[in-house]
């Protein structure tokens, strides 16, 4: 057992608050002056926002957060046979790092020592989730990044003389268009070795009605964490939006295989933000787009693989098939 302390098994390394600042300025200005509003989703991930959503992983109607746990409590061993003993566990949208426990937990059972890498865009949710691992996991070190993807990935700092095993779990790749997956998959696979590995969590196409029900529970915790976005907005950017002249929406979009959730304005009303010196208006039922869910068939996960420079090396499933966990490698040469 290691008897360093929690400080010297810790790193952080953060990008420019400053520049988050200005970028969370510029895209609220733009999304809410387009002729079609929208709010970036990364966006949601403020530390209440954080909290939010580990409440909503444990809705009754969130069935992609216990799908991934029982593939990944029942296939764990399975993994981590795979991987050295100086393999670095990296993962991208950490947040509280709840499943990864799994992953961590058998690593630690297979090697003296586990090397973490934890990015996340919420640095409060980050540092609360390191230190809680490294007060139970004392063989544990972490070297956490506070970042958004293409920032994080770019201060990884893979080595050549270690086994990496890059984690994206939760299904937060539906969160990106197709397009712009294709794009960030293609910036790993040129960070990654022969030897990586990335490990994606995939929710699958399926039942219109059990999508639709696991953004809308009956709980109303999707519409606060949906509603916290406006609450965003007046905390760092002086806005006057009043929640409740605004409802959550989410409808599943068959043809393109998307949940797309929106806040619906259900007045006409002018909102004023301050640091931004923007009067915006809303007319009653006008919408702002906060965030598209995408789903993916089995083919689809094979295409964007190959489009990628990755390919499906091994695909696992819970028993219902509602989720997949992907292990894709790079392609040799």
Same mark, same amino acid.
């Given at each position: 057992?290691? =008897?360093?302390?929690?400080?010297?098994?810790?790193?952080?390394?953060? =990008?420019?608050?400053?520049?988050?600042?200005?970028?969370?300025?510029?895209?609220? $200005?733009?999304?809410?002056?387009?002729?079609?509003?929208?709010?970036?989703?990364?966006?949601?991930?403020?530390?209440?926002?954080?909290?939010?959503?580990? $409440?909503?992983?444990?809705?009754?109607?969130?069935?992609?957060?216990?799908?991934?746990?029982?593939?990944?409590?029942?296939?764990?061993?399975?993994? !981590?046979?795979?991987?050295?003993?100086? =393999?670095?566990?990296?993962?991208?949208?950490?947040?509280?790092?709840?499943?990864?426990? %799994?992953?961590?937990?058998?690593?630690?059972?297979?090697?003296?020592? !586990?090397?973490?890498?934890?990015?996340?865009?919420?640095?409060?949710?980050?540092?609360?989730?390191?230190?809680?691992?490294?007060?139970?996991?004392?063989?544990?070190?972490?070297?956490?990044?506070?970042?958004?993807?293409?920032?994080? %990935?770019?201060?990884?700092?893979?080595?050549?003389?270690?086994?990496?095993?890059?984690?994206?779990?939760?299904?937060?790749?539906?969160?990106?268009?197709?397009?712009?997956?294709? =794009?960030?998959?293609?910036?790993?696979?040129?960070?990654?070795?022969?030897?990586?590995?990335?490990?994606?969590? %995939?929710?699958?196409? $399926?039942?219109?009605?059990?999508?639709?029900?696991?953004?809308?529970?009956?709980? &109303?915790?999707?519409?606060?964490?949906?509603?916290?976005?406006?609450?965003?907005?007046?905390?760092?950017?002086?806005?006057?939006?009043?929640?409740?002249?605004?409802?959550?929406?989410?409808?599943?979009?068959?043809?393109?295989?998307?949940?797309?959730?929106?806040?619906?304005?259900? %007045?006409?009303?002018?909102?004023?933000?301050?640091?931004?010196?923007?009067?915006?208006?809303?007319? !009653?039922?006008?919408?702002?787009?906060?965030?598209?869910?995408? $789903?993916?068939?089995?083919?689809?996960?094979?295409?964007?693989?190959?489009?990628?420079?990755?390919?499906?090396?091994?695909?696992?499933?819970?028993?219902?098939?509602?989720?997949?966990?992907?292990?894709?490698?790079?392609?040799? &040469?």
């Amino acid at each position: 057992m290691s =008897t360093s302390t929690i400080e010297e098994r810790f790193t952080l390394t953060t =990008t420019d608050d400053e520049i988050f600042i200005n970028n969370f300025s510029e895209d609220v $200005k733009i999304g809410l002056t387009s002729e079609s509003k929208y709010l970036p989703f990364v966006y949601f991930y403020d530390h209440i926002g954080s909290q939010l959503f580990e $409440k909503i992983c444990e809705l009754p109607e969130y069935y992609l957060t216990r799908a991934e746990t029982n593939i990944l409590e029942s296939n764990a061993d399975d993994i !981590a046979s795979q991987f050295s003993e100086e =393999t670095v566990l990296v993962e991208l949208g950490s947040g509280s790092s709840t499943k990864t426990r %799994i992953l961590i937990e058998t690593f630690l059972e297979r090697q003296s020592l !586990a090397h973490y890498t934890p990015i996340d865009v919420s640095l409060q949710m980050l540092e609360e989730s390191s230190y809680s691992l490294l007060r139970e996991y004392p063989d544990l070190e972490i070297n956490a990044i506070a970042a958004r993807y293409n920032e994080g %990935i770019e201060h990884m700092n893979i080595r050549n003389d270690q086994q990496n095993l890059i984690t994206w779990l939760g299904s937060s790749i539906g969160n990106l268009e197709r397009s712009e997956v294709t =794009t960030l998959l293609q910036h790993i696979q040129e960070t990654m070795h022969p030897d990586d590995r990335f490990l994606v969590g %995939i929710d699958l196409r $399926k039942d219109k009605t059990i999508i639709e029900n696991a953004y809308n529970d009956t709980q &109303g915790i999707t519409a606060e964490f949906n509603l916290n976005l406006l609450t965003h907005v007046n905390r760092e950017l002086g806005g006057n939006f009043n929640t409740e002249n605004f409802d959550h929406h989410a409808v599943y979009n068959e043809e393109v295989g998307r949940i797309e959730m929106y806040l619906i304005s259900n %007045i006409d009303q002018k909102v004023f933000i301050r640091e931004l010196d923007l009067d915006v208006s809303f007319a !009653a039922n006008e919408s702002i787009h906060t965030e598209n869910s995408f $789903k993916y068939s089995l083919d689809e996960i094979d295409m964007l693989a190959g489009q990628t420079g990755l390919y499906v090396e091994q695909q696992w499933f819970d028993p219902a098939r509602l989720f997949s966990l992907n292990l894709f490698a790079p392609v040799a &040469g």
